[in-house]
């Protein structure tokens, strides 16, 4: 692209960055949309939220701009803005089948910060270790870890 051409579309840097921003945010939010609601106890193992797969399908699409942007020159904004993203994705999940907070082992806010913290640290693992999973196969795992834990036999606390 010329400058001169550039100047046509953009004022300056800012504005190419806000522009992309917008541009990835609104497709990963779409992404994260969450069209059937299912109550956890109704999930079958083989069950993959089409939406978890969709997340990783986005990233994969756009990773040019996922690795620079969270990872190699990380972007405090657009970080940001992906965890409001993921923040929104994860209540959604939690309240959008009706849960109570009776039903919850640990209060929703903590639940939700967590699971948030969680998902963009597995983003930034899967672009550092170079897509070695598949979408689904990520989509697969971060719903195993959030449901069983990451141990294959429970820990059992005494009280």
């Known amino acids: 692209m010329t400058r001169p ?3 046509k579309m953009y004022k300056d840097i800012v504005d190419l960055r806000v522009d992309l921003h917008h541009g990835i945010l609104k497709d990963l939010k779409e992404s994260l949309t969450i069209h059937n609601p299912q109550r956890i ?3 079958l193992p083989e069950y993959l939220p089409h939406n978890m797969v969709a997340l990783f399908e986005h ?3 756009n990773q040019l701009a996922y690795e620079v942007l969270l ?3 990380p972007d405090d904004l657009f970080i940001q803005e992906v965890k409001g993203i993921l923040r929104q994705y994860v209540e959604d999940g939690i309240r959008l089948p009706q849960t109570t907070e009776d039903e919850l082992r640990i209060e929703a806010g903590f639940v939700i910060a967590y699971t948030t913290g ?3 640290e597995s983003i ?3 672009i550092l ?3 070695r999973l598949s979408p689904e196969q990520m989509a697969a795992k971060l ?3 959030s449901l069983h834990g990451p141990y294959k036999n429970p820990i059992q606390w005494h009280r």
């Open 5 to 7: 051409t550039f100047y």
């Open 41 to 43: 106890a109704n999930l």
């Open 59 to 61: 990233i994969l699409q």
């Open 71 to 73: 990872v190699y020159k």
């Open 118 to 120: 969680a998902y963009l």
């Open 124 to 126: 930034i693992w899967w």
């Open 129 to 131: 270790s170079n897509y």
């Open 143 to 145: 719903l195993e870890v």
